[in-house]
């Protein structure tokens, strides 16, 4: 690497520092301080392919701490971590776009966000190119498709074979990859397609589409990804901790979505992913206990009288207890990771703006005091000395604290009680309905 492309990486990372919003850059010059959690991180990612192949889910990992303690730069250095071995790795923020409680749209940002060795940002498509039908994983994924015990739709074992068969019509095969993308496909088409190659009598597309569609996506995904050579999907959910913004029911749901992604749930299970959440250290206080949801929300989804919401009140309450009890503390920067921490945040500034930053205040050091905030103080000092050598500096912060108060703005239908973000639809016998996730 070029001494220019070196200093733009440098920028990059402090750019990212600065800002509170850790990248690749960042986290490859700075590493982690959270050895025990990389530890397991490791042992599990390691077991995934193997686990894989006798089909079973390998549990993931939560992790809790204060703002500003480091979540989102260890996700981020696992997720180059996990890259490094082979894996497609999908950051995912929990946000009003992206609430936990809705498979579809957490699928729509997994895949969006998804990267790994040899994609450059449309992974399904790229996975697509990348496989080859005369390997043995691609084989694996043939197998698994067409069982009867997949556990996903025909639609997917019926995508796959025109992928692989259909040589004639580009058009229809971009529709497939974009269908495995999450977007909708008509059924017409699909059929079509089977006609073409003599399959038609091969796939049942009669009936409905499952509400789970955008969890069968999932499950289709993984093995896609396994299918095309790569060792599996890991899951890097970010700020979990929004769900206490949501009301009651949705918040019900995503503990559910929660112990699913962690490999918790009695019902699901999805072979090839790892999942690792984050999630702020006070949400068990302020939302389990201070809102209640530990005693209430399992009656609450039980009253609605179904098979689904007792199944759903149970998966609650896993992914509850797993808040409660197994979530990991983040461990509070000592001194020696703060020294360290120092020399080569002022190396990279100084790598970064050719210059000799001088010694700020890195003595005093109180253990109630973020990493984030460390930084940004150390960062914030060495910029304006640069710019203005001559004005004294004097820093001044201000704690910020998480709000669980519910928001409205985030509630996505005035019906809070639908158990999927899918909707099931009719697959016309005249070959006119559609599928969408």
């Known amino acids: 690497m070029s001494s220019g492309s070196q200093d733009v990486g440098f920028r990059r990372a402090i750019e990212a520092l600065r800002n509170g919003v850790p990248n690749a850059d960042a986290v490859r010059v700075l590493g982690s301080n959270q050895e025990s959690v990389e530890q397991l991180f490791l042992e599990r990612l390691a077991a995934v392919e193997d686990a894989a192949r006798v089909g079973r889910q390998i549990e993931g990992l939560l992790v809790k701490g204060g703002f500003g303690t480091g979540k989102s730069h260890l996700l981020k250095y696992l997720q180059v971590k996990a890259i490094s071995e082979n894996f497609v790795c999908s950051h995912i923020v929990i946000s009003k776009e992206t609430p936990m409680f809705n498979p579809a749209k957490v699928y729509r940002a997994a895949i969006e966000a998804a990267r790994g060795p040899r994609l450059s940002g449309q992974a399904i498509k790229e996975i697509a190119l990348g496989l080859r039908q005369d390997t043995q994983p691609y084989a694996e994924l043939y197998k698994w498709a067409s069982g009867a015990d997949s556990g996903v739709h025909q639609l997917f074992p019926a995508t796959l074979i025109l992928h692989e068969r259909l040589r004639n019509d580009p058009e229809l095969v971009e529709k497939i990859t974009n269908f495995w993308s999450g977007d909708s496909l008509k059924i017409a088409d699909v059929k079509h397609g089977l006609r073409q190659i003599r399959a038609a009598a091969t796939f049942d597309l009669k009936g409905k589409v499952p509400a789970s569609l955008a969890l069968e996506r999932f499950s289709f995904a993984a093995r896609l990804i396994l299918g095309a050579g790569y060792k599996g999907w890991v899951l890097l959910i970010d700020e979990v901790e929004l769900v206490g913004r949501f009301n009651v029911v949705e918040r019900g749901k995503s503990y559910a979505e929660l112990a699913r992604w962690l490999g918790k749930s009695e019902r699901t299970n999805y072979p090839g992913i790892l999942a690792v959440a984050a999630i702020t250290d006070d949400f068990d206080l302020a939302v389990l206990q201070g809102k209640g949801d530990r005693d209430s929300i399992g009656p609450r989804l039980r009253s609605k009288g179904t098979e689904e919401f007792n199944m759903l009140a149970s998966e609650a309450e896993t992914g509850m207890r797993i808040i409660e009890r197994e979530a990991l503390t983040l461990a509070p920067p000592g001194d020696s990771v703060l020294d360290q921490t120092y ?89 006119a309905g559609s599928v969408s996730g």
């Open 343 to 431: 020399r080569k945040l002022k190396d990279i500034h100084a790598r970064a703006y050719d210059w000799e930053p001088p010694d700020v205040e890195s003595g005093n050091k109180d253990s109630k005091r973020a990493m984030r905030s460390w930084v940004r103080r150390w960062i914030n000092e060495w910029d304006l000395r640069r710019l203005y050598p001559e004005a004294s500096v004097n820093t001044e912060e201000q704690v910020l604290k998480p709000t669980y108060e519910e928001d409205r703005d985030l509630k996505e239908s005035s019906d809070g009680d639908q158990t999927s973000g899918d909707s099931p639809e009719q697959l016309s016998e005249q070959d």
